[in-house]
């Protein structure tokens, strides 16, 4: 089945980039997605991209695929105490009906 | 645009009660999907729903979990009997037609 990984922290000092990492197992992986989950809150999308590409920009947000290696990160530039939050890597398998399977999260730290 | 809305935001209950929760898509949304979050743990699918008929319920618990969406449109999700172990967040999300999906903030359940 999918295996979705991610490392558990991340402290990081407010005005620097934070850089979060996942590896995933399934190669038919169509899309790959990261949300945000701040504290007793739903989880909000904040980006995806497709498996046929490999970097997307999106204001602070850089999402840099390799596909050869299942590894997928999320690069946050001059992060902030409000990007203080749990961050899920999600994908989308090629087969089934646009399921998502999540990694375990990771959360990130900001230090003022 | 309104997005998902999830009640109740909390219940606790005893074990061997039933609970029900409910969920209101975007509008518009054909898709609509539940999951389970167990505290420290990215959310697992439950079931998922293409209009009002079942697309994947394989994970669904369902000697004790029930879900149905009769009209398309909002859903409910009933455990009966609760056993400890469904002490998580329930999450609801709707999907549209790119396949990314839009969370709820979720119903924490506290089983005791």
């Known amino acids: 089945g999918e295996d979705v990984e991610q490392s558990l922290f991340l402290s990081v000092r407010e005005g620097d980039s934070s850089v979060i990492n996942c590896t995933y197992t399934?190669?038919?992986?169509?899309?790959l997605y990261w949300y945000k989950q701040e504290p007793g809150a739903g989880l909000q999308l904040l980006t995806y991209?497709?498996?046929?590409?490999d970097m997307k920009q999106d204001q602070r947000l850089t999402v840099l695929l390799n596909k050869k290696d299942k590894h997928l990160s999320l690069r946050i530039a001059d992060t902030q105490t409000g990007d203080s939050a749990i961050y899920f890597c999600?994908?989308?398998?090629?087969?089934?009906?646009?399921?998502?399977?999540f990694g375990t999260g990771t959360r990130l730290t900001v230090i003022p | 645009e309104a997005g998902v809305a999830q009640s109740p935001r909390y219940k606790i209950i005893e074990k061997r009660q039933s609970v029900a929760f409910w969920c209101n898509p975007i509008?518009?949304?054909?898709?609509l999907y539940w999951y389970q979050q167990i505290l420290g743990q990215g959310p697992k699918l439950l079931i998922q729903?293409?209009?009002?008929?079942?697309?994947?319920d394989s994970q669904l618990p369902k000697d004790r979990f029930s879900a149905e969406r009769l009209k398309g449109v909002d859903s409910t999700l009933k455990i009966q009997p609760a056993k400890l172990e469904d002490s998580a967040v329930y999450l609801c999300?709707?999907?549209?037609?790119?396949?990314?999906?839009?969370f709820g903030p979720g119903t924490r359940l506290t089983v005791t």
């Open positions: 399934d190669s038919s992986s169509t899309y």
């Open positions: 509008s518009g949304h054909a898709t």
């Open positions: 991209i497709f498996s046929n590409m």
């Open positions: 999300a709707s999907g549209g037609r790119g396949g990314e999906q839009y």
């Open positions: 729903f293409q209009n009002n008929g079942v697309v994947d």
């Open positions: 999600a994908e989308s398998p090629l087969t089934g009906a646009n399921n998502l399977f």
